[in-house]
């Protein structure tokens, strides 16, 4: 039989969400004052966490909410924010009888953008209905519009990727050294810490400057040389890269000599 919720005046009902981040790690939290063990996944009690009021909509529009807490819960700090480890997240949120554990989920999606004031944090929390948005037909484009080493793309992701390990840290601009031996040819790639206080967190290379990587998240004070990572090679997207370094121009997924809209304003000039 199907549970009511909140049929009578008293209820055994407490709040529950579930968060899965990019890197596998899930966390359960309910608002009840005990742990509650459900799904293959303990559920901490944090009280002080509060999700907004929930909309369910018969639209396609997404139906967003809010999560709001203190950065008290060890399993949420501020250092993991920062680092953005919480970013794309996906997220379930529902109702559970703290009793009989029968629950129903109410919510589901993933996490926008997470802010942060003095002791607390916030998460805006996309439906997801979003991916309703997301425009599944490819528009024409003079780079390649795969991603390096994907199924369009068709390259090995084994082939370009690399463990090694940081032998250089500069946290004011935020970059990594490794021993490599040619460091250009991760420009525009990603980077995963393995080990340290930010192992498992993804980055993106978005310049090199001489043997220093320079990454586009925050670096904590904790890392360290010595910590091991696994680095993937860039690619421009350009059909020069593809053809000339890859050898792959034949999967090159983008329209290099298509003419631009200025070719609508041009007019014979005699010669």
């Known amino acids: 039989m199907t549970r009511i919720f909140f049929a009578r005046e008293l209820d055994t009902v407490a709040t529950y969400w579930r ?22 996944l303990l559920h901490r009690a944090a009280p002080g966490m509060l999700p907004s009021a929930i909309r369910r909509t018969a639209g396609l ?29 996906r997220v379930t949120v529902g109702a559970v009888d703290w009793q009989t554990l029968v629950r129903a989920a109410l919510y589901t999606g993933s996490i926008g953008t997470v802010s942060r004031e003095s002791s607390t944090f916030g ?41 090694a390990q940081v ?8 970059a990594l050294a490794f021993s490599l031996p040619d460091s250009d040819a991760f420009a525009d790639g990603e ?17 090199v400057a001489g043997a220093m990587l320079l990454l586009d998240r ?34 090159f997924q983008g329209e290099p000599y298509l003419p631009g809209n200025d070719m609508l304003f041009q007019y014979p000039v005699p010669r």
């Open 167 to 174: 032998t250089a840290v500069d946290l004011d601009s935020n």
């Open 123 to 163: 998460a805006e929390l996309r439906s997801a209905k979003a991916d309703l948005e997301i425009d599944p037909i490819p528009r024409t484009s003079p780079t390649c519009r795969a991603r390096f080493c994907d199924s369009g793309c068709t390259l090995s992701p084994a082939r370009f990727t690399h463990r």
């Open 191 to 207: 980077l995963r810490l393995l080990d340290g206080p930010q192992a498992g967190a993804d980055f993106s290379i978005i310049d």
């Open 218 to 251: 925050p670096l904590l004070a904790g890392v360290q040389i010595g910590q091991n990572a696994l680095l993937r090679e860039g690619c421009d997207h350009t059909i020069a890269t593809c053809a000339s370094r890859f050898g792959n121009a034949v999967n």
């Open 19 to 40: 968060v899965t981040r990019r890197d596998g790690v899930a966390l359960g939290f309910t608002t009840h004052d005990r742990d509650l063990w459900f799904d293959g």
């Open 61 to 89: 529009a997404d139906d967003p909410a809010e999560i709001t807490g203190a950065l008290s819960h060890e399993s949420i700090a501020a250092a993991d924010l920062a680092a953005g480890r919480f970013d794309d997240a």
